[in-house]
Structure formats: structure tokens, C-alpha cells
């Protein structure tokens, strides 16, 4: 049972004082151009008395901006006096990751949303999944995930939560998303849930909601700012920081099968039919793939294979079999 040893990683904070603190997790990473060197995690940790606590978290795919700017940006800003409770703040938590700008580490590859739940005695991404398994995930009742679309994909703005079998955690769970109050709301299907962090907090039965929030590898102000306004209002619905909700219009949105996502089956240069949040009928071609290694060649047609709206795309202009190409989403309203 070599998973069940202590993590190897320390934090610098004390998750019981009182006050604002930020730090690191020390994760020890030996290697040629630093012996006993080690990866430093930033994390800030706001308390004020025995209350929730909320675990909020950016960068567990290095190339999604949202969520890292709205976080660093409240780990400065939180003023203790406003808060009842604890706010974990670990605005970038794949930090290899995030500071090669890569979706996984350039140290092991290792995409940390499939790593969960993580080994103390495995690469430094398990070793990371780990910690939050273990350390983080259990002193957490809500915790709140940003994602965006990456370098590879773009979105329209979203907050979600699972479908779930306990249908009381799931309403909590929507109201939440609720509270975050983006353009968009999302009951959300994933492709492939295994070694997820939210199937790691869902099976502890946390309160999970995440987010995405835009992509292409960068930000928008109008995504930034959602972020922002969200985050805060998650903290006020939880009754961690003091004050009003702010509440927003948004949509709501339904993944109600694989049907959803579409895949390219040839490599070529993607030329996109429909633009993010307009409708889509079933049958409709959602985006064109032209052949790049010789001319005369009819381009591939990606249809949509229900009706709905068009919540993601593939964002570089050139793709390859098996890419991600289109996701398709149901208004529920
Ligand atoms: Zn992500």
C-alpha cells in the first residue's frame, strides 16, 4: 500500500490560523539543475473563525487564464474581516504546467485532471493529485474548479455541475452554479470522468461546481470578469463571505448525450460554419475540414448530430484526427 504514505509535499501555510496567509506547497523535485530543489505550489489561505471552508482552484490545466487572474487577483484582495470561514485559494495547481503554459506538465506529461486520486510515491502530477485527494479535498464542503477551453478549444462562457445520484448534492450543486451567475449554466456530461478532480470530490461527497470560461489559451475582459463577479458570489451563497449575491441573467444548458461532442476523422484546416452560442438544427454542418495535402479534395463535413446551440469549438485553425471539433448543447428553458 505505498499510496497510503505521507504525501512528500509541505505547505508553508497553517490551515487553522486565523488571518491571511500566502505560501506554497514544497513539493521536492531532484533533478540536474537543482539538486534538492523543489516545485514551489502558491497557495493563500484566508480564515476567520470556525466556519466553511471553500477550496478554490485555477490552473489545474496550464493554459486556462480565467480562473488563475480572477484568484490571484482574491488572494490579494479577501479581507479576512469579511470573511466566516476558510478560503483555500490555489490559483494555479498544475504550477509546472501553468508556468510552461501547456494544458499538461512539462515535467512528466502528466495531465492532472486524469490523475486523481493521485500517488505520494508516483510522478510529481500524481504526487500533486495526491495532496488534494488527501489533504485538501476532506477539510473542503465546497470547492470551486476554473477552467477554460486551452489552447485547443473556446466556449461560451459557462458555469457547471454534475449530474449526480444524490439528487440533494445535485441541487446544491446547481444552486451554486446558479450563484456564479454566468452568461450560461451547464448540467454537465463528461466524456471520459476517470481520474477527474471533481469525480474525486464528488465521490467524498463535496459540493463541486467548475467552470469554462472562454479559451484559445488566453482571456477576455468579458471572461475575466465573470470570473471575478462568480467567484465572489460562489463565497456569499456559501455564507463564507458576507453580503449579497450579485445575480446575473444566465441559461440554462443541458448535456443530454454523447451526441453532444463531434470529432474530426481526418487531419486538414477546420473552417468553421457557426459561431459559439448560435442555434444549431440537427443535420447542420457545424464546420468544414479541407484537406492541406493536395488540391481537389471535397472537404469533410462535421454535422451536428442533434439540435441545440454550439457551446465549443475546436479553436486552432488546423486539426487532426480525433480532435475535438464542435460540442453541441441544449437550451433547457
Ligand atoms: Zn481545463
Keep these: 500500500m505505498s499510496h497510503l504514505r505521507p504525501s512528500p509535499i509541505t505547505p508553508t501555510v497553517d490551515f487553522e490560523r486565523d488571518g491571511v496567509q500566502h505560501g506554497f ?7 540536474d539543475d537543482s539538486a534538492w530543489g523543489s ?13 466553511p471552508s471553500a477550496l478554490l482552484t485555477g490552473g489545474n ?17 479577501l479581507d479576512p474581516k469579511q470573511v466566516s470561514g476558510t478560503v483555500i485559494i490555489v490559483p494555479a495547481m498544475n504550477y509546472p504546467a501553468f508556468r510552461a503554459g501547456t494544458r499538461t506538465s512539462p515535467i512528466d506529461k502528466g495531465n492532472l485532471n ?12 500524481e504526487k500533486i493529485a495526491d495532496y488534494f485527494q488527501r489533504e485538501l479535498l476532506p477539510r473542503t464542503d465546497i470547492a470551486l474548479d476554473f477552467h477554460s477551453g486551452g489552447k485547443t478549444l473556446d466556449f461560451v462562457p459557462f458555469c457547471a455541475a454534475h449530474i449526480r445520484p444524490d439528487k440533494e448534492l445535485e441541487a446544491k450543486g446547481f444552486a451554486a452554479v446558479e450563484a456564479f451567475s454566468a452568461p450560461w449554466s451547464m448540467k454537465m456530461l463528461e466524456i471520459d470522468a476517470v481520474g477527474m478532480f471533481d469525480t474525486a470530490a464528488e465521490e467524498m461527497g463535496k459540493l463541486f461546481i467548475t467552470t469554462e470560461l472562454g479559451g484559445g489559451g488566453t482571456s477576455r475582459a468579458e471572461t475575466v470578469r465573470i470570473a471575478r463577479r462568480g467567484v ?11 453580503g449579497a449575491v450579485e445575480m446575473q441573467p444566465t441559461r440554462w444548458l443541458d448535456m443530454p448525450s454523447g451526441d453532444c461532442f463531434s470529432f474530426a476523422e481526418d487531419d486538414g484546416m477546420i473552417e468553421t460554419m457557426i459561431d459559439l452560442g448560435e442555434p ?22 462535421i ?9 465549443a469549438r475546436h479553436f486552432p485553425g488546423l486539426v487532426k484526427a480525433g480532435d475535438c471539433t464542435a460540442v453541441v448543447a441544449v437550451l433547457v428553458d
Design 25 to 31: 506547497l514544497r513539493l521536492p523535485y531532484s533533478r
Design 39 to 51: 516545485v514551489m505550489i502558491p497557495i493563500c489561505v484566508i480564515r476567520n473563525g470556525s466556519g
Design 61 to 77: 490545466h496550464g493554459d486556462e487564464y480565467e480562473g488563475p487572474l480572477a484568484l490571484y487577483d482574491l488572494a490579494r484582495t
Design 114 to 125: 486524469r490523475s486523481f486520486p493521485g500517488r505520494s510515491d508516483g510522478t510529481v502530477t
Design 232 to 242: 465572489l458570489n460562489v463565497l456569499r451563497h456559501a455564507g463564507i463571505v458576507a
Design 280 to 301: 444549431v438544427e440537427e443535420g447542420q454542418v457545424l464546420a468544414r475540414i479541407h484537406s492541406i495535402g493536395r488540391t481537389g479534395a471535397a472537404p469533410q463535413e
Design 303 to 311: 454535422r451536428a448530430r442533434m439540435s441545440g446551440l454550439l457551446a
